[in-house]
């Protein structure tokens, strides 16, 4: 599955933004999809996760309440809405997805290697 990331852009603080991550060449349906993001000099963070089937959400304490994951299997397309941003979720947004099948991901979610297919990023920048 190819993944291409979007939405990304320049945002004041407390503002919002939500991104897309449209999937083409498999049927998103059969694929768990994350985010995550990297900071610049810092290492890559978990930002959120989602089971196939929608039934599995997850997030870390540093977005919970701000950030919602969705996904829109007709569409072929997993989204991210970002609101109250503040200037640390300024990154490099990736979108991720593993297969559904894969095991032990309700448990393994937040680690990027339990991903095998990764979208090229888009930039969130939020000012202060």
């Known amino acids: 599955v190819q993944l291409q990331a979007s939405g990304g852009g320049l945002v004041q603080a407390g503002g919002s933004l939500r991104l897309s991550c449209a999937a083409s060449g498999r049927t998103l349906s059969n694929y768990h999809m994350a985010w995550f993001r990297q900071a610049s000099g810092k290492e890559r963070e978990f930002v959120a996760a989602?089971?196939?089937?929608?039934?599995?959400?997850y997030y870390p304490d540093s977005v919970k309440g701000r950030f919602t994951i969705s996904r829109d299997n007709a569409k072929n397309t997993a989204y991210l809405q970002m609101n109250s941003l503040k200037p640390e979720d300024t990154a490099v947004y990736y979108c991720a997805a593993a297969r559904g099948v894969t095991e032990g991901w309700d448990r393994l979610h937040k680690y990027g290697e339990e991903y095998g297919y990764w979208g090229q990023g888009t930039l969130v920048t939020v000012s202060s």
């Open positions: 989602i089971s196939w089937s929608g039934q599995g959400i």
